[in-house]
């Protein structure tokens, strides 16, 4: 059976998603959708990397302002993306942008600190793209930026939301991300942080899947800020996901 056969309905289902949150409004602030300006460097993630069943899933939370929002691929770190997985393409502009935060593609001169840390992890144990994507896979809850209408544009998580707005768009990231599930057979479902874990066990209930969690790479973490790659790789090992003292 081709390992492939679930891409068009992937593609599909992806597609529907970044129209269907297109419209989604942050009341004085600004909201990026990379999966319609940057499309084709997320198109190529998914149609090179999503061959079926993944044992395991990893969940972020949303893209971050050097990561997805500039690369189109979770956890986007430009070197990761481009010079590890092979993935470099166009990438366009949000309708409306922050002067602060703005998006330059793969000419992003700043580095994602959470990728950095997940795809280096992912490369020293795995090697290759290849070898990790295998069975494994990496995709962010909502695909959503939000960004406050400050001179920094402070990043806005979508856990910071009001909660009255956030209802419809959890509503559509939960079915997509179901829908995920489902198409790549993924059996242990990994949240990257305590609001991925949480949104997993809501989406995923009566699923049959695996739910876990590693602590979150973000430098605003003082626990991420030491050793994270161990941390991490500890944690998955204690709950099962990967064997203790294996290198693939």
């Known amino acids: 059976m081709d390992a492939n056969a679930h891409l068009p309905s992937l593609i599909a289902a992806t597609q ?5 949150v297109d419209g989604f409004q942050f009341p004085g602030g600004y909201v990026y959708n990379p999966l319609r300006y940057a499309w084709e460097p997320h198109q190529m993630y998914l149609s090179r990397y999503t061959g079926a069943p993944k044992r395991v899933l990893f969940l972020g939370m949303n893209p971050g302002p050097f990561g997805m929002a500039q690369t189109g691929v979770p956890f986007g770190e430009i070197k990761a993306v481009r ?18 935060k703005p998006v330059l593609g793969f000419q992003c001169p700043r580095s994602e600190v959470s ?4 795809w280096g992890l992912f490369a020293a144990r795995f090697g290759t793209p290849q070898a990790f994507f295998t069975d494994h896979f990496v995709h962010n809850y909502c695909p959503l930026l939000f960004l406050e209408n400050t001179k920094s544009g402070k990043n806005v998580t979508p856990e910071q939301l009001p909660g009255s707005d956030t209802a419809a768009l959890f509503s559509l990231c939960d079915e997509y991300l179901r829908q995920l599930v489902v198409l790549l057979k993924v059996e242990w479902a990994i949240g990257v942080g305590g609001f991925a874990e949480e949104r997993l066990a809501l989406a995923l209930q009566g699923c049959n899947v695996k739910i876990g969690k590693v602590l979150h790479p973000s430098p605003a973490s003082p626990a991420a800020n030491r050793d994270w790659a161990g941390t991490a790789t500890r944690q998955l090992e204690a709950q ?4 203790r003292n294996n290198t693939g």
């Open 16 to 20: 529907a998603l970044a129209r269907a």
């Open 83 to 100: 010079d590890w997985m092979g993935i470099e393409a166009p990438v366009g502009k949000p309708p409306r942008e922050h002067p602060g």
């Open 115 to 118: 990728g950095l840390r997940l």
């Open 240 to 243: 099962g996901v990967w064997p």
